[in-house]
């Protein structure tokens, strides 16, 4: 079992440029959650998804940023136009439907200069 | 008042000692309780959960919950440089669709 994976694991860009993060889901898992964690807020929940749908984006900071789930095995986060105080760890992670146990990627360093 | 508190740490103590990590929540409908342990540039991973009142063992590890003082704990005994890492409570929400509430997490060293 491959595990979530992320990609990239580090990013570096300078502000105002477009960022996308991707995540790999573990097969058979149908839930998909993106997270963000810096030291201030510690882990914020931006967006789950169940069976590819948007079930909650409330924590979506504003609309820079983006989430799709194209199929029932991949997602991807967009940031659009990047700013300074977005940079952080994003993690995603899934989990089967009723699941309570979340499996976490290694998460990508975001740095927007 | 937040939903989780825990203190950050960092919290430092000596190999071979107890420690005790603790999280409280406001919310006296939250039935099952979580720990995550989170290693540098790792993603969190579940260490524990419990359903109920009382202590839970696993190993060296204690899951304890006082529901009417609303404080939920972690101890680790015989403490070991493997376990300096961060800890995350978790609770989940009371709706099937509901998000899991994470605690910011204590930051854990333990010195050889």
């Known amino acids: 079992d491959a595990g979530v994976i992320q990609s990239p694991r580090h990013e570096v860009t300078e502000m105002g440029q477009e960022v996308t993060l991707r995540c790999k889901l573990i097969s058979g898992h149908n839930s998909l959650f993106w997270y963000r964690q810096t030291m201030m807020r510690g882990l914020e929940l931006l967006i789950y998804f169940n069976n590819n749908v948007p079930i909650d984006d409330s924590g979506m900071p504003e609309d820079r940023f983006s989430a799709k789930m194209p199929n029932a095995s991949f997602s991807t986060l967009k940031i659009q136009p990047s700013e300074p105080r977005d940079s952080a760890v994003y993690f995603c992670?899934?989990?089967?439907?009723?699941?309570?146990?979340?499996?976490f990627g290694s998460g990508t360093q975001l740095s927007v200069l | 008042q937040k939903e989780v508190e825990q203190d950050p740490g960092p919290l430092s103590v000596p190999e071979g000692a107890i420690v005790s990590l603790n999280c409280t929540y406001s919310?006296?409908?939250?039935?099952?309780f979580m720990w995550y342990r989170q290693y540098s540039r790792k993603g969190p991973e579940l260490l524990m959960y419990t359903y109920s009142s009382g202590n839970k063992e696993d190993g060296r590890f204690t899951a304890q919950v006082d529901k009417s003082s609303k404080y939920i704990s972690l101890f680790i005994r015989d403490s070991q440089p493997s376990d300096s890492a961060t800890y995350l409570c978790a609770l989940p929400g009371m709706n099937r669709d509901d998000k899991i509430i994470f605690g910011k997490g204590t930051r854990l060293h333990i010195l050889p």
């Open positions: 992670a899934s989990t089967s439907e009723g699941g309570e146990k979340l499996f």
């Open positions: 919310n006296s409908a939250f039935q099952y």
